[in-house]
DNA sequence: CTGTTAGCGCCTTCAG
DNA sequence: CTGAAGGCGCTAACAG
């Protein structure tokens, strides 16, 4: 075991200078009420003996940790991460710290992360759901307790969360319809648990677009994947051996879109010319292949900032009131879904 | 603000039940000595009333937090990401929690996080050091304070500290001397700030390739790059106008490699016929782009989970050595670098 | 402007 | 097996 000098404290900042605990730890916070040359006799002193102040008894005593606790279902996504990018800035320029958890896409893991967070006495909780989720009982807790709970992305979409995300609904009627523009009208879909939000309103928004071009829906253009990274490929191999193959293909993410195109692509068929393709997330990937991607564009950067400041605003607003914020997207067209050049 | 309900502590717990807090305590902690009804009537009672143990109170009087800081330059990039995801899942298997900060690529914030970290008493700490690093004094003062440090992929090469990472040197004169091999001898090498080990190392090997080539070292064919993400582009301008192009482009990481490979292609440049191309990292977009590209691999998730069980073994070792792992890599060959079919 | 005092909630001797 | 007591380091009244 490493031997762990004894900290510095500011009682013994205290005895070194022949003053009181409490006037080290007003100078030591900026409390205006100490003559300015003790303070700088404390400062100096502090800084001298090394001191560092113990935020546990700081917080203890405080009763808030300036902590805000992160559960997300995978770090090592591109979006996950530039989300996190994001939080971390948010919270970080308001003095905030974060501590993160992954729940690896399982409800157990979840509720254990949301345990901890718990007793590590968070002042608020960031939430991406798993993939699976379908109990709520342990963020209900946290937020019965008073530690706000604002979800992003992933969300629950009960009206009485707090969330952040983007019209899933309406950005894949707009992809749907933009295929449809290119004169495509069998158009498969590859999606993930009817679980989450984000997959369903996807779902949802792709139906609605093909009624509204009355096209009839086929369940047979409908793929669900449980987001393993293979899927595309997979994908591709069930898409060769239709009787009727689509001649587009509009997957949940730029990843799937990618990695099936590029498997058809091996196996000769022409994009967009046979199968026009669209993904979603813009991912960078989605303008280094060829052709490149369309997709629907929204920043995670900006939406890990936008989750980590609704959540400071309610760390100190008066009100409790439950805000359902909607972020911009943008239907980006590129050459893997433009038809008619 | 929001009213945070009076916390449940074993003292109401004590009182409900009309035993004393230290055998609540006792019972909650799993101590043995404790008569196993009182102790049934314990936990009901805790899981009745909602309690939940407060890990600050927990760690002043334990003087230990079970938190591991974890400073990163960068959380969006997917090496990063990978890295992230393997120390949370070392550290969540061990009953440990992580804390992270960005550096931003700034030795400013880097000092900024590591004094944070030390405040909130992490026990141990994990980083991947900034782009312009230069001086290493806030390190030093956690490594003194009892706080054990191992830095990661970008390291401290001084031999007074514990660092997980790959051969640079290694792999980066396996790289060019496969491309050698290929009949390249004019090969251009993409690297960054010569201050951080691991492309100071990469291009030590570079040069030491080309000299056991006999090939000579020409100073217009290193290229150094800020890490911004346009650079690749920039690259790719610089070479066209080059009176003596190269006949292979060697880039730190595959991003670099692609965008630039991208930009040339787009200028009709052949690759590999008329320059091949190798990158370093093995970013799934490698195997995404056509053609694919040439790159070292070496899994970021074991990095990560290879220096977060580096951390918790000296973190109950008991004499503290200075470790230097060094971790596998494997030259990943593919069309991007193969000149004769 | 400064000192005294009293906890925050938990754990850990030391006694029974 | 259980209780009493003290203290981890800090801050916030309350007095001066």
Same mark, same amino acid.
């Given at each position: 075991m490493i031997h762990k000098t004894k900290q510095v404290t500011i009682y013994d900042i205290a005895k070194t200078l022949n003053i009181s605990a409490a006037t080290v730890s007003r100078a030591l916070t900026g409390n205006v009420d100490v003559k300015s040359d003790t303070r700088e006799k404390i400062l100096n002193a502090a800084s001298a003996m090394g001191y560092s102040s113990n935020n546990f008894a700081s917080n203890l005593r405080k009763k808030q940790s300036r902590m805000i606790g992160v559960i997300v279902p995978k770090l090592d996504s591109h979006f996950m991460a530039e989300t996190l990018s994001g939080i971390e800035k948010s919270l970080n320029s308001a003095g905030y710290h974060m501590i993160i958890s992954q729940s690896h896409e399982s409800v157990a893991a979840e509720i254990k992360a949301a345990k901890a967070m718990l007793k590590n006495r968070? @002042?608020?909780?960031?939430? %991406?759901?798993?993939?699976?989720?379908n109990t709520t009982k342990h963020f209900d807790e946290l937020i019965s307790q008073g530690v706000p709970v604002v979800f992003y992305d992933r969300t629950l979409d009960k009206g009485e969360y707090d969330n952040v995300k983007i019209d899933n609904f309406k950005a894949a009627y707009d992809v749907t319809m933009h295929l449809i523009n290119q004169g495509c009208n069998r158009i498969?879909? /590859?999606?993930?648990?009817?679980?989450? @939000?984000?997959? +369903? @309103?996807?779902? %949802?928004?792709?139906?609605? +677009?093909?009624?509204?071009?009355?096209? +009839? *829906?086929? =369940? =047979?253009? /409908?793929?669900?994947?449980?987001?393993?990274p293979q899927y595309g490929i997979e994908a591709a191999n069930y898409i060769m051996q239709m009787n009727n193959p689509p001649d587009a293909v509009f997957a949940v993410n730029d990843f799937f879109a990618v990695t099936c195109?590029?498997?058809?692509?091996?196996?000769?068929?022409?994009?967009? =010319?046979?199968?026009? *393709?669209?993904? *979603?997330?813009n991912d960078p990937i989605g303008t280094l292949v060829t052709p490149t991607i369309t997709t629907v564009n929204y920043d995670g950067i900006k939406m890990g900032q936008l989750a980590a400041r609704t959540l400071l605003n309610k760390l100190t607003e008066k009100i409790s009131t439950k805000s359902n914020i909607v972020m911009a997207y943008e239907l980006v067209i590129r050459d893997s879904s433009v038809k008619r050049i």
């Open positions: 968070v @002042d608020g909780l960031l939430v %991406s759901l798993c993939y699976d989720n498969l879909h /590859i999606t993930a648990s009817q679980r989450r @939000d984000v997959y +369903a @309103d996807r779902l %949802s928004g792709y139906k609605q +677009a093909l009624k509204d071009a009355k096209i +009839a *829906f086929n =369940e =047979e253009y /409908i793929l669900v994947t449980d987001l393993n195109m590029k498997e058809l692509q091996r196996m000769n068929v022409r994009v967009p =010319e046979d199968i026009a *393709f669209a993904g *979603f997330n």
